[in-house]
């Protein structure tokens, strides 16, 4: 049975569209965990354009779940990571233009730079997982960089245009899932997951945690966020 992560990025995205003080986050935390949460996902970007600092502080001393701080590989951010110390560290691909995260993490392409943030992360006693697309060779350097769970990047067949394509990227998915199972990896999925679509995500062996954001934020400002978690956490452990 999939645990729940709870995204609650987009509820400070609102705040931010006014830069006022409400939306708190912190608030939509305490209600996701009400609700069923069985983790807080937050993403501090560089360009703050969401989550700020403040937010991960707090979040850091009333979260009674895990606290997952999904972040860049890059020194500034690491350096806040190291100093707030949530349970666990996703490392994620970053960039300004985007709207959203667009695809995993190139492990293969900055050994390096993610080795070292990794590194560091581990020696501090956090966990660590990487955002990564369910591609075998990804998967394999994850772990010889000493990850200790991937989560595998779902938004292509939350995209896909056709059952048929939805089929087959299901598939993808199910087979990446098992090579990180074989590799002794925790596997975790997200991105794009929705109501109506995360059931057969769900449902794939191994799965350990599904972090959803938008979906549950959008459903939030209908039924109210307590709520919409717990449609959310019924589909997934069901």
């Not at 500034?76 to 349970?87: C, K």
């Not at 995500?201 to 939030?220: F, P, Q, Y």
Request: charged content about 25%.
């Amino acid at each position: 049975m999939a645990r729940l992560g709870v995204n609650i990025d987009h509820v400070a995205t609102i705040r931010q569209a006014r830069r006022t003080i409400e939306p708190d986050p912190v608030w939509a935390a305490a209600l996701a965990e009400l609700g069923g949460a069985d983790a807080i996902t937050v993403h501090l970007r560089e360009d703050r354009r969401h989550i700020q600092d403040r937010d991960l502080r707090v979040l850091k001393d009333t979260v009674q779940v895990k606290l997952n701080l999904e972040m860049a590989a890059e020194e500034a951010i690491t350096r806040i990571a190291l100093s707030t110390h949530p349970h666990q560290c996703t490392l994620v691909p970053e960039k300004r233009e985007e709207v959203t995260t667009e695809g995993g993490l190139d492990v293969l392409g900055n050994r390096d730079r993610v080795r070292r943030c990794v590194d560091q992360l581990l020696a501090a006693g956090i966990e660590v997982s990487l955002f990564i697309d369910p591609d075998e060779a990804q998967i394999s350097a994850s772990k010889a960089l000493g990850a200790q769970a991937v989560e595998l990047h779902t938004g292509r067949y939350a995209d896909a245009p056709t059952p048929e394509q939805q089929q087959r990227e299901l598939i993808i998915l199910q087979s990446a899932g098992k090579a990180a199972l074989d590799h002794g990896l925790l596997l975790h999925m997200g991105h794009g997951l929705t109501y109506r679509n995360v059931i057969p995500v769900a449902r794939i062996h191994g799965v350990g945690e599904l972090n959803i954001g938008h979906s549950i934020v959008a459903r939030a400002v209908m039924v109210g966020f307590q709520q919409a978690v717990r449609e959310m956490k019924t589909l997934v452990s069901g």
